[in-house]
């Protein structure tokens, strides 16, 4: 069901998409057709897997009809079940670097940036140029980056038949879940793609993999009740199982299921995860999982719901793991682990989980699950290996409250520009305050860290019965204490009076109960996609956040400057205040990669790489983060909605940016790559020495990855440059490549400002 924008754009896509098909037939070889397909890899499928020949065609099919329709039905729950299982949420992201143009080698940051910088999410592709539109309509097009075969595993048997064929044979692999990445790393030529979502669920639709843990019912066995053992050492009352096809639209409808299910005792359970309902628990969590609107302030990111791992690692071992030793820390709400251990099955081919049966680990396996622990959480998905299944922690039961301090709609006469600076200064403020140091308002430090927010939510969402109600109190409070001071500022007494009785606090069950009212009555009937959680952005051409880089504001550098913070990082709705409570490191087990800057953070801001100039690095920067071991790059960007173009400064002089008009491979060679600027060069060199141990020949080797920065050997060059020949349906492919003042502050502020607006533009949905 596609509501689309009129008859001449249906009849152009009609034709494009004919255009592609035929184009795309011109070449019938598949992909690598010299393999044994049929005798070592289907044949050892089970009934309901699946493996498919796909081409750019089949994308164009079947993709870019949801991007020339509008919302609701522009959403990627219509992307996710489509048959190629190759749609991702950001069109353009079926090309290297997520541009269509065929030359883009030789195309600058720049203007790349120019040709798509007015796209919103609301862009449909009938509406971008012809040339962009012919870029794309040519199947031969050397720029597609979209993966020659796809299976579409249904049991453990599959992932690992699929994981040691692509051993065996040389191969490379790619993974999927949803395809929500803002780097493109579940999308890859030349690889079979393993898509995820029709392999077992056991979360939905039932919630039947949620166990209650009783102390007295928990089985001593190393692995089978570690969970519920790791769950009740933390206080928490209840865990759950989720397939790694899942996402958290089924997740949270399982959960909510089973506290509905609770009838008159009411509700019992809460989960922390993604804002987006389609979002994979797994590569969120794995990122760190901010889960601004669902609690990670009180309960710990993503990560540190984790309590045991399932997944068929590159060597094809079928392994489980998680903390089997640990010991409480003075300080921390949840114990240090300090010791992980492992099984793997012995009967990989048996598909009845039932009559899977687990041992030791071959000494040959060489498996440190200590070390796969550590790197797993927090050093991204997609590249340690294939998840099978994670088991989350379950929380009890909290409220969940919204509060609108702050909004036009309050107001009786349009301010001045003067007295509204005043007032945006004033609300600013109080944020930092609520967030970081409560105190300052007489507030708890449990009542603060119950509260934060996502990016371009209006609300503070807050857990905790009457917690909502006490953020819009403490902000009465807090403009009483300074009214006089406002006063004295020209700000008018009805201005102060409308700012004061201003919060409106809604109370839910849930989330979901939240987005059920919000968005029900716009669906049309028989929406398909009614009841499930709506996922945020929708899908758009470009890929988000491919304009601006994510950087985690340090708190103590706000509390120690907060007059700086205010001026050159605002904190407002529009950035992500999922930080700087009890996951400042009290939450984490202390066996995880989330980098330090994750740990330190105040909020994540959201800057334009065209701000991040030189007077940024030279001059705030040094003050932000410790730069003083030159052999050691800080990590500052956040890692969830990392972006695809993000990069740190140079890699010769920390003091000057990454330029602009710089092809892709010069800024590769020349800057601090993305993963150095996420985690800080002494966790990347021990994520990649973990990558170099557990996946050596490099079969998951997803874009931005962990490793995927590395300098190519001769060997990995040359059998690139061998296996580039092979054409398949529409699939040219190519040879890899190798594998880097205070007036000028001002002047970083006013970029700041003026292009702050193009974000916010580009997250509004078309039509909503």
């Known amino acids: ?180 990445s803002y780097t493109a790393a579940s999308t890859k030529r030349d690889t079979l793609l393993l898509n995820m979502n029709k392999y077992t669920q056991y979360a939905y639709p039932e919630g039947g993999s949620i166990v209650d843990c009783d102390a007295n019912n928990v089985t001593e066995d190393s692995l089978t009740g570690q969970p519920c053992r790791l769950s009740l050492a933390k206080g928490k009352p209840a865990v759950i199982r989720v397939g790694g096809g899942e996402n958290w639209d089924k997740t949270y409808r399982a959960v909510k299921a089973a506290n509905e299910a609770q009838g008159e005792d009411g509700y019992k359970y809460h989960i922390v995860g993604g804002a987006a309902g389609t979002v994979s628990p797994m590569g969120w969590s794995f990122q760190g999982g901010l889960a601004g609107n669902k609690g990670a302030r009180l309960f710990g990111f993503g990560v540190d719901q984790v309590l045991q791992l399932e997944m068929v690692l590159p060597n094809g071992q079928h392994v489980k793991f998680g903390p089997t030793e640990w010991e409480d820390v003075e300080g921390h ?20 989980e039932e009559l899977w049966t687990w041992e030791e680990c071959p000494e040959d396996a060489n498996i440190n699950f200590d070390d796969l622990w550590f790197a797993v959480r927090g050093g991204g998905g997609g590249t340690w290996g294939v998840v099978l299944s994670v088991y989350l922690q379950l929380h009890d039961y909290v409220p969940y409250e919204r509060v609108q301090l702050f909004s036009d709609t309050c107001l009786t006469e349009i301010p001045s520009a003067t007295e509204l600076q005043t007032m945006e200064y004033v609300y600013t403020k109080f944020l930092l305050y609520l967030l970081l140091d409560p105190k300052t308002l007489n507030m708890t430090e449990d009542h603060s860290n119950a509260c934060g927010w996502p990016p371009e939510d209006d609300a503070i969402s807050c857990y905790g019965d009457g917690f909502g109600q006490l953020v819009a109190d403490y902000w009465k409070g807090y403009i009483s204490a300074i009214n006089e001071t406002l006063l004295s500022q020209g700000i008018p007494s009805s201005l102060i009076d409308a700012s004061y009785n201003c919060p409106t606090v809604t109370f839910f069950k849930d989330l979901g109960e939240m987005h059920s009212e919000a968005l029900s009555s716009s669906y049309p009937e028989d929406y398909p996609y009614a009841g499930m959680v709506p996922d945020f952005p929708y899908p758009g051409l470009r890929v988000t956040l491919d304009d601006v880089s994510n950087i985690i504001i340090p708190k103590e550098w706000v509390l120690s400057d907060m007059e700086s913070a205010i001026t050159y990082f605002p904190l407002s709705s529009a950035q992500y205040a999922a930080f700087g409570g009890r996951n400042m490191g009290s939450t984490s087990d202390q066996m995880n990669s989330l980098s330090k800057a994750h740990r330190d953070g105040a909020y994540m801001f959201l800057v334009p790489h065209s701000a991040l100039t030189d007077d940024f690095y030279g001059q705030l920067f040094p003050l932000m983060y410790d730069t003083s071991n030159k052999t050691n790059f800080p990590g500052y960007i956040g890692s969830n909605h990392a972006g695809i173009n993000t990069m740190g400064p140079l890699k010769e002089d920390w003091t000057k940016a990454c330029p602009l008009d710089w092809t892709a491979e010069e800024r590769k060679e020349k800057c601090i790559p993305l993963q150095e600027a996420i985690y800080g060069t002494e966790t990347l060199k021990r994520l990649e020495a973990i990558k170099e141990q557990i996946d050596p020949d490099y079969i998951f080797d997803c874009n931005q990855c962990i490793g995927n920065n590395r300098n190519r050997s001769l060997n990995e060059t040359t059998t690139a440059s061998t296996t580039a020949t092979t054409t398949g349906e529409g699939n040219i492919t190519t040879k890899e490549e190798p594998k880097n003042g205070t007036e000028r502050l001002h002047c970083f502020l006013s970029i700041i400002s003026t292009l702050l607006a193009l974000i916010a533009a580009f997250w509004q949905p078309h039509g909503l």
């Open 333 to 352: 709400v949840y114990p240090k682990t300090t010791s992980v251990s492992g099984m793997c099955r012995t009967n990989p081919e048996e598909t009845d």
């Open 1 to 180: 069901m596609l509501s689309q924008p009129n008859k001449a754009a249906s009849s152009s896509l009609s034709i494009l998409l004919l255009l592609a098909a035929a184009t795309a037939s011109a070449s019938a070889e598949a992909w690598r057709s010299d393999l044994p397909w049929a005798d070592e890899l289907e044949s050892k499928l089970s009934p309901t897997a699946s493996l498919l020949d796909t081409s750019p065609a089949d994308y164009l099919d079947e993709c870019l009809p949801t991007f020339d329709a509008y919302w609701p039905d522009k959403t990627n729950h219509a992307l996710i079940d489509q048959p190629s299982g190759m749609c991702v949420p950001h069109f353009f992201c079926a090309f290297r670097g997520c541009y269509p143009d065929p030359d883009y080698d030789n195309v600058v940051l720049s203007d790349n940036l120019a040709a798509v910088r007015s796209f919103t999410t609301g862009t449909l592709y009938s509406e971008i140029d012809s040339t962009m539109q012919d870029w794309i309509s040519d199947a031969f097009n050397p720029n597609y980056n979209l993966p020659s075969k796809v299976l579409f595993p249904a049991v453990a048997s599959d992932v690992i038949a699929a994981v040691n064929f692509a051993k065996i044979h040389g191969l490379e692999l790619s993974v999927k879940n949803s395809g929500h």
